[in-house]
């Protein structure tokens, strides 16, 4: 299977954003999916996380109250709503699955859990 995130751009402080996760090859709807990101010269971190089927999601306390995740399986597509955004949330955005199907529990906030990952897109917040 292959991610495809999309979205990203210069964004002013206190804009919104959406991100797209697209993926091909096979449909993801019974796979948990997650967003990561990457800040300049940092570790790569938890963003959001979503089970197979949108009833539990997961969030980070930097972004808890601004950022929503959901998923359109129909597109077979996750995405990543970001409101109110901070310069702090300039980062490369990734997006994973993990092929662990059903499943769903906090170990979807570790980078350690997802099987595959896409690329990333550019987030740059303006102050």
């Known amino acids: 299977v292959q991610l495809q995130a999309s979205g990203g751009g210069l964004v002013q402080a206190g804009g919104s954003r959406r991100l797209s996760c697209a993926a091909s090859?096979?449909?993801?709807?019974?796979?948990?999916v997650g967003w990561f990101r990457q800040p300049p010269g940092k570790e790569r971190e938890f963003v959001a996380a979503?089970?197979?089927?949108?009833?539990?999601?997961y969030y980070s306390d930097s972004v808890k109250g601004r950022f929503t995740i959901s998923r359109d399986d129909a597109k077979n597509t996750v995405y990543l709503q970001m409101n109110f955004l901070k310069p702090e949330d300039t980062a490369v955005y990734l997006c994973?699955?993990?092929?662990?199907?059903?499943?769903?529990?906090?170990?979807?906030?570790?980078?350690?859990?997802?099987?595959?990952w896409g690329q990333g897109t550019q987030v740059t917040v303006s102050s």
């Open positions: 994973a699955a993990d092929q662990n199907a059903y499943s769903g529990g906090r170990h979807l906030t570790q980078r350690e859990t997802y099987d595959y």
């Open positions: 090859g096979r449909r993801i709807s019974t796979w948990p």
């Open positions: 979503i089970n197979w089927n949108g009833d539990l999601t």
